[in-house]
C-alpha cells in the first residue's frame, strides 16, 4: 500500500524541531508533524517567516533563530532549544540552499558544504543530548538526487573554497556529505548503543524556493522542462521525510525517496544511493573533516538495552513513551 501523510502515527507529547521550515519541503514537514500532535520547533533563519508559518500550520509551535550559515547562530539556537526543552523526539535536517547570492558563510565555509552539511553536522551534535537517552528519537538529514553529482572529495582547502556558488558540483558534493553524515552517524550510534537513529530521506524534484537561486545559464533550460516533467507540489516531496521521521517499518540508517520517474516524484520508498555515498571509509573522513572544521565533538551516550516487546536491532524503534 502506498505510504501517506495519513500514515503518519499519533505524535502527542512529541517534540520535534525542522531546520528551514519557513519554507518549501520543511515547511510542509512541520505543518503535517504538528497536524498529528507533535510540538514543532520551527528553526528558520527569518524569525518573520517561520512566525507566518506557525500561524499558518496550527497545532502546537515555536521559533527558534538558526542560521546555518553561521556557527555562532547554530550555537545560540542549540543553546536555546536546550534551555527550553529536556528531550528532543525528532530532528529534521532539512534547510538547504543551491546557487545562493552569496559564496562563503560566516565562518568562510564554501556555502552549500557550509549550510547544507556543516550547520547541520554542528547543531545535530549539540543536539544530540536531549535524543541519545530517548527511546525511538530520530535524526533525519535531507539529501537530493543531486548527491550523484558531488564529485571531487572533501578536503578543508575545498571546504573554504569561495568559487562554489553557482556550481552543481559543490551542491552535489553538500548533499552527498547529507548521506555520508546520516550513515556515519547511525554507525556511531549503533556503535555506542544509543537509543537514536539516523535515517537520511530525498525529496525527488519539487517546485520551490530552492530553485530561485542564481543557477549557471547553461542549466536554465533543463530545469524549467525537468519541473514539468518531473516535479512535485511540496506536500508530496515532504513525504519521504516524513516516513523517515515516524514510519515504524523502516530500518535504521534507510535512505527514502519518492518511487518513480527515476525518483524525482510519487510514494516514499527506499531509495538507492550512488557508491560514493556508501563508502565506510568517506563517511568516517568526512566525520573528522566535520568535526575539525566545526569544532563540534559528538558525544554519545548508551541507552538502557531493550525492554520486553521491544524491537531488537535492525528495526527503527517506535517513538517510545514520554515521562
Ligand atoms: N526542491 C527540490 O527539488 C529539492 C530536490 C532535492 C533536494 N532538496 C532538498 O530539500 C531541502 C528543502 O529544500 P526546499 O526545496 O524546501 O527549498 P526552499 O523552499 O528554498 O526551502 C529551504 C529552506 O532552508 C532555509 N535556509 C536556507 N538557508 C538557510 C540558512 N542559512 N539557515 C537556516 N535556514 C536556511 C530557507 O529559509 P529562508 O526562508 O530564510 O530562505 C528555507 O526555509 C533542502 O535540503 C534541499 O537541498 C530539494
Partial sequence: MTWSAADVPDLSGRTALVTGASGGIGRETARVLAAHGAHVVLACRSEQRARAVAEWAGGSTEVVELDLASLDSVRRAAARVRDRHARLDLLVNNAGVMFPSYGRTADGFEVHLGVNHLGHFALTGLLLGLMSGV?????????????????????????????????????????????????????????????????????????????????????????????????????????????????????????????????????????????????????????????????????????????????????????????
Fill in 135 to 323: 527511546p525511538g528519537s530520530r535524526v533525519v538529514t535531507v539529501g537530493s538526487l543531486a548527491h550523484r553529482v558531488g564529485l571531487g572529495g572533501f578536503d578543508a582547502d575545498r571546504a573554504r573554497s569561495g568559487s562554489g556558488r553557482r556550481s552543481v558540483t559543490a551542491y552535489g558534493r553538500s548533499k552527498l556529505a547529507n548521506l555520508l553524515f546520516a550513515r556515519e552517524l547511525q554507525r556511531r550510534l549503533t556503535a555506542a548503543g544509543a537509543a537514536t537513529v539516523s535515517l537520511a530521506a530525498h525529496p525527488g524534484l519539487s517546485p520551490t524556493g530552492l530553485w530561485h537561486g542564481d543557477p549557471p545559464a547553461v542549466l536554465r533550460p533543463v530545469v524549467a522542462a525537468g519541473m514539468r516533467w518531473l516535479a512535485q507540489p511540496a506536500q508530496a516531496a515532504a513525504l519521504p521525510s516524513l516516513r523517515a521521521a515516524t514510519d515504524p517499518q523502516v530500518p535504521r540508517g534507510a535512505y527514502l525517496g519518492p518511487a518513480r520517474r527515476f525518483g524525482s516524484r510519487g510514494a516514499p520508498v527506499p531509495a538507492r544511493s550512488s557508491r560514493a555515498a556508501r563508502d565506510a571509509a568517506a563517511q568516517a573522513r568526512l566525520w573528522e573533516l566535520s568535526e575539525e572544521l566545526t569544532g563540534v565533538r559528538y558525544e554519545f551516550a548508551s541507552a538502557p538495552g531493550p525492554g520486553p516487546g521491544e524491537p531488537a536491532a535492525g528495526v527503527c524503534p517506535v517513538m517510545g513513551s514520554r515521562g
